[in-house]
């Protein structure tokens, strides 16, 4: 690589009411720290920018069941989140959250800038109110009975019944979910963000991203056939204030939590920024035409990064354009939908709890919803790990370091290469590029099923090779052997870094290497005004190692351990035990 490239990885803000399941982190963060941990191999300059988001009306309405304050319930949420994350091994540069004062003045400088630059219109339309708190109920929080089929459970969006869209105003007797509270309907004002007046400007520049997924585009494209102004402050006591006079001192408006939410990437790397001591450094990200932005997410997400948030920057007319959309399809549950509610969920910490990160790192990657709708499974999950890490990876590794550490102690001298020994490591060193091209687009499942092959060759070559017999008879012709299966194995723990870092490390290792290439998040307190917050950060040396091995003959080699936990078969669909 000749130019150091930057470049901003954007993993989809998790939303603050509970602890993450897989069928979240398959989406927004396993593929971002993929793609930071792959960059930063590369020599790029990577900021990784997220946090929680901790506005809106679902987090006031699960504060109020629990009986705290929004922000008490937020704070609860975040730290769940901020484990889950670090125990995944996610190297964010700074994960944060939308409560803080940064975040606040941030949102609020560039509603200001939208407001000024006449994007922001006032309208009056009806709302629907809890007289109790004097808070906006949103459609899905208000039941009555149906005006067309007269069931007696519809809900304000919908009925489940009959199926058709419904309007709350439209409910006989509304009252609110899981109460006899009732419903108040008034005539509110609000701010609206013009999208329309960006129909054009969007369309032209999702349709030049001919490389993002189908998806991706598929769901854009119609989004922005049929655009109407939407509304960016509500009725609510939560969440950051609208400044302006006569709104600022309002307790009952607030911006609406997707304007604040989407604008957190920025206000995030504006606070890394700070926290590190340069607070101009975010513009080398932000107002730079050569920095290159990833975006990761479900598929549920996938407007709010191809519409609002563009529509915001457009908006703002100086900041970088989103330029890859990479949003995964959905993860079921044995055909079913993950739903907390249901209690149909597998928790990212149950998993943890009794497996390797690396484990679930690679079922998530190789067997997720990159491009469909994919199903978790335990047996297929034990299946992976037993067949694919332990027996093909695991065991190449094994073998490999056994025989090279019980032999020769070090790493062997070789003698001559074959043309078979020379070829392998020609096919070897063209994966690490052809990996790579994978990588940079988000191919995730082309580079590991490539990476996972190489490894099965250089299984295939040590098993016609047998260096464990030739050691009797020709120890050189053993020691070439290892050799040259020690330099693969060394490309491909490059290779496969990114992907499985808590093994990688261990196997650089077991390599005799000292330094750390595959590092590991902290946990720190950052105070701004007096008040402090947990945020996720690191230390991530990013060197151009994304280069063919030269493992040098005579480096010592340590005494190496399994790399991967062999797991008992399962038959029913329930988790097997840890061993
Ligand atoms: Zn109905």
């Known amino acids: 690589m000749t130019e150091r490239r930057t470049v901003l990885i954007a993993p989809a803000w998790p939303y603050a009411n509970g602890p993450r399941h897989i069928g979240h982190v398959v989406g927004f963060a ?113 039941e009555g009975k149906c005006p067309i089929c007269g069931y007696p459970e519809a809900r304000g969006d919908q009925c489940d019944n009959c199926g058709n869209q419904l309007d709350p105003a439209d409910l006989i007797n509304p009252h609110q979910r899981g109460s006899d509270a009732p ?51 509500r009725d609510l006591d939560w969440g950051v204030p609208v400044p302006l006079p006569g709104w600022e001192d309002n307790p009952s408006k607030k911006i609406y939590v997707w304007f604040d939410a989407v604008i957190g990437y920025l206000s995030a790397s504006i606070e890394w920024a700070i926290n ?48 890859e959309i990479v949003a995964s399809e959905f993860l079921h549950m044995e055909g079913r939908k993950f739903s907390t509610s249901r209690g149909q969920v597998i928790y990212v910490k149950d998993v943890l709890d009794q497996y390797d990160p690396d484990a679930l790192r690679y079922y998530l990657m190789i067997a997720g919803p990159e491009n469909q709708d994919t199903d978790f499974t335990w047996s297929e999950f034990v299946r992976r790990n037993n067949d694919e890490l332990v027996a093909t990876w695991g065991n190449l590794v094994h073998r490999t370091l056994v025989n090279a550490h019980r032999n020769f102690g070090a790493v062997p001298q070789p003698g001559n290469l074959t043309g078979i020994d020379e070829s392998l490591i020609k096919e070897v060193e063209a994966a690490l590029d052809e990996v790579a091209k994978h990588l940079q687009e988000a191919r995730f499942q082309n580079a590991l099923k490539l990476a996972m092959g190489i490894a099965s060759r250089v299984n295939v070559y040590l098993g016609t090779e047998q260096p464990w017999h030739t050691i009797k008879s020709d120890r050189e012709r053993a020691g070439t052997v290892l050799y040259v299966a020690l330099r693969c194995v060394d490309n491909l723990k490059t290779m496969l870094t990114p992907f499985l870092p808590f093994s990688s490390q261990r196997l650089h290792a077991m390599l005799g290497y000292e330094d750390v290439i595959a590092p590991q998040p902290d946990v720190r307190e950052f105070s701004e005004n007096g008040a402090s917050h947990t945020v996720i950060t690191g230390e991530y040396e990013a060197v151009d190692r994304w280069r063919p091995s030269q493992l040098e003959p005579g480096r010592t080699l340590p005494a190496p351990q399994a790399l991967f936990k062999r797991l008992d078969d399962v038959s029913e669909e329930e988790p097997p035990p840890s061993s």
């Open 30 to 142: 396993v593929p971002g720290d993929v793609l930071a941990r792959f960059w930063r191999l590369r020599g790029a300059r990577v900021l990784m920018a997220s946090g929680t988001d901790e506005h809106g009306t679902p987090i006031t309405y699960e504060a109020d069941k629990n009986g705290i304050p929004p922000k008490d319930f937020a704070d609860r949420n975040n730290a769940l989140i901020v484990d889950d994350l670090v125990r995944l091994g996610m190297t964010y540069d700074i994960f944060t959250r939308t409560t803080t004062a940064n975040h606040y003045r941030v949102t609020q400088d560039l509603f200001l800038k939208l407001f000024e630059r006449g994007y922001l219109v006032k309208k009056k339309q009806m709302g629907a109110f809890d007289p109790a708190t004097g808070r906006t109920l949103p459609d899905r929080y208000i």
């Open 183 to 233: 419903v108040e309907f008034h005539e509110t004002e609000h701010f609206f963000f013009d999208l329309p007046a960006f129909g054009d400007q969007l369309k032209a520049w999702i349709e030049q991203h001919g490389n993002w997924r189908p998806n991706v585009r598929k769901y854009s494209l119609e989004y922005v056939r049929n655009l109407k102004p939407r509304a960016i402050t």
């Open 276 to 323: 590190s001591g340069k607070p101009d450094a975010w513009k080398e990200w932000w107002d730079n035409p050569e920095s290159h932005h990833y975006y990761t997410m479900g598929k549920d997400n996938i407007t709010f990064h191809t519409v609002m948030w563009p529509a915001i920057l457009m908006g703002a007319g100086d900041l970088h354009l989103p330029d």
